[in-house]
């Protein structure tokens, strides 16, 4: 007997896949925290290499490729953060850093976006990130591609433009958690399951956006991400 539901279910929210007419479904967004040193610096943040942390987005902030990001209310401070983007096909918990890159199934471009007024205030009080980090539109991102066409990136430029001048850029080589090991670091925490993503951290260079700002995204590799702040 089909389930039957008092209102109706939520729409799957879904990101394109790079020349296929097929979408990925997006389940949870993992990203994690300060994960290149130089960025953890200007943070204000010692990066020798502690345990990674994360924090989460839910599915809805996704924003793809072309489509514009409204600038969020109740901030003055919306900072841009550039990132690759892991998606996990297969799920598993307790994964082995040697076996984690089997359970992904691409890789894309995404941005971090962060009211960061809101972030300073929670963590002057010891509160969740929620509202700094978890708002609408949050996580815009670009289509994926699957790993049998652009393999596991390790290395390359990862680059943010803003209005076509050079604003963030590191190399996936600085990562300080490594993708298998943060794939594998992750699944202690929680069960991993087919549709996760995870930002996989971004590094020094991030800064306040406006209305009207148009951003791009690059990570070498894979397609670029252009989202207009409106």
């Given at each position: 007997?089909?389930?039957?539901?008092?209102?109706?279910?939520?729409?799957?929210?879904?990101?394109?896949?790079?020349?296929?007419?097929?979408?990925?479904?997006?389940?949870?967004?993992?990203?994690?925290?300060?994960?290149?040193?130089?960025?953890?610096?200007?943070?204000?943040?010692?990066?020798?290499?502690?345990?990674?942390?994360?924090?989460?987005?839910?599915?809805?902030?996704?924003?793809?490729?072309?489509?514009?990001?409204?600038?969020?209310?109740?901030?003055?401070?919306?900072?841009?953060?550039?990132?690759?983007?892991?998606?996990?096909?297969?799920?598993?918990?307790?994964?082995?850093?040697?076996?984690?890159?089997?359970?992904?199934?691409?890789?894309?471009?995404?941005?971090?976006?962060?009211?960061?007024?809101?972030?300073?205030?929670?963590?002057?009080?010891?509160?969740?990130?929620?509202?700094?980090?978890?708002?609408?539109?949050?996580?815009?991102?670009?289509?994926?591609?699957?790993?049998?066409?652009?393999?596991?990136?390790?290395?390359?430029?990862?680059?943010?433009?803003?209005?076509?001048?050079?604003?963030?850029?590191?190399?996936?080589?600085?990562?300080?958690?490594?993708?298998?090991?943060?794939?594998?670091?992750?699944?202690?925490?929680?069960?991993?399951?087919?549709?996760?993503?995870?930002?996989?951290?971004?590094?020094?260079?991030?800064?306040?956006?406006?209305?009207?700002?148009?951003?791009?995204?690059?990570?070498?590799g894979l397609p670029d991400l252009t989202v207009r702040i409106v």
């Amino acid at each position: 007997m089909s389930a039957e539901f008092v209102i109706d279910p939520p729409q799957v929210n879904s990101i394109p896949v790079e020349g296929d007419a097929r979408r990925f479904a997006v389940n949870r967004i993992f990203c994690v925290g300060r994960n290149y040193a130089d960025h953890a610096r200007e943070m204000g943040h010692d990066p020798d290499r502690e345990p990674p942390f994360f924090f989460m987005k839910p599915a809805t902030t996704v924003v793809t490729d072309g489509k514009d990001m409204a600038y969020p209310s109740l901030s003055n401070d919306v900072h841009h953060e550039i990132e690759m983007v892991v998606a996990i096909g297969k799920g598993g918990s307790n994964i082995s850093p040697e076996k984690a890159l089997d359970h992904v199934w691409g890789y894309g471009v995404g941005l971090d976006m962060t009211r960061r007024d809101l972030q300073g205030e929670a963590k002057k009080m010891g509160r969740p990130w929620d509202t700094g980090k978890a708002f609408d539109q949050s996580a815009p991102c670009s289509a994926l591609v699957p790993v049998s066409k652009c393999g596991h990136p390790s290395k390359g430029a990862v680059q943010l433009f803003v209005n076509n001048e050079l604003r963030q850029e590191g190399d996936l080589n600085q990562l300080i958690w490594n993708v298998p090991d943060t794939i594998a670091y992750l699944s202690t925490l929680f069960t991993l399951e087919a549709g996760d993503l995870i930002f996989s951290g971004t590094p020094a260079g991030v800064a306040a956006v406006k209305k009207g700002d148009v951003l791009k995204g690059h990570v070498a590799g894979l397609p670029d991400l252009t989202v207009r702040i409106v």
